[in-house]
T-cell receptor
Framework: AQSVSQHNHHVILSEAASLELGCNYS??????LFWYVQYPGQHLQLLLK??????LVKGIKGFEAEFIKSKFSFNLRKPSVQWSDTAEYFC????????????FGKGTKLSVIP | NAGVTQTPKFRILKIGQSMTLQCTQD?????MYWYRQDPGMGLKLIYYSVGAGITDKGEVPNGYNVSRSTTEDFPLRLELAAPSQTSVYFC???????????????FGDGTRLSIL
């Protein structure tokens, strides 16, 4: 079974600092990769997704992620965080064609200090 | 366009009571899912459905039941509530047309359930 690891449980940054959240998955075949964000008290919203093509994916609100197949990684980045980025971030993976299930990581809570 | 709608938003149950969490989507999505979210544990799949009349177990189905009589509705039933079922429950749906597995899931606002 596939699994997803998010290495950081809680990250605390000051505004304008750069962000990188790690995500590694364990599945040897074709994967589809997602990052979701959950703002306090809200539901999960899609930040970005990768399923083929350019391994550098740009999402909403200035976020991007890079798929590195050799490292089984899909790290999320943002050059300069804002207080409004305070949220929990989830990496999720589905295996290739024919799979309709997502496996989620445990999440990384980001706190941005003004 | 409402998307995925869950009711109720909050509920407190006594041990042994039963209840149904409602989920409705208006996007004509084939695929629907129920997750539970516990602190520090991410989301765990309880049940999912690939279309009306078809349901299947996810990772943590024990203590729950589902049905899918229409495309729009996917209720989750707790028959005998237990404290271990205290959690936040999210319903999600996904478009399954074409290369279905790369479509994102759309989530509802969640139901916060406490069992006392």
């Amino acid at each position: 079974a596939q699994s997803v690891s998010q290495h950081n449980h809680h990250v605390i940054l000051s505004e304008a600092a750069s962000l990188e959240l790690g995500c590694n998955y364990s599945y040897g075949g074709t994967v589809n990769l997602f990052w979701y964000v959950q703002y306090p008290g809200q539901h999960l919203q899609l930040l970005l997704k990768y399923f083929s093509g350019d391994p550098l994916v740009k999402g909403i609100k200035g976020f991007e992620a890079e798929f590195i197949k050799s490292k089984f990684s899909f790290n999320l980045r943002k050059p300069s965080v804002q207080w409004s980025d305070t949220a929990e971030y989830f990496c999720a993976v589905s295996s290739g064609a024919g799979s309709y299930q997502l496996t989620f990581g445990k999440g990384t809570k980001l706190s941005v200090i003004p | 366009n409402a998307g995925v709608t869950q009711t109720p938003k909050f509920r407190i149950l006594k041990i042994g009571q039963s209840m149904t969490l409602q989920c409705t989507q208006d996007m004509n999505h084939n695929y629907m899912y129920w997750y539970r979210q516990d602190p520090g544990m991410g989301l765990k799949l309880i049940y999912y459905s690939v279309g009306a009349g078809i349901t299947d177990k996810g990772e943590v189905p024990n203590g729950y039941n589902v049905s899918r009589s229409t495309t729009e509705d996917f209720p989750l039933r707790l028959e005998l509530a237990a404290p271990s079922q205290t959690s936040v429950y999210f319903c999600a749906s996904k478009d399954g047309g074409g290369a279905g597995s790369n479509q994102p899931q759309h989530f509802g606002d969640g139901t916060r359930l406490s069992i006392l």
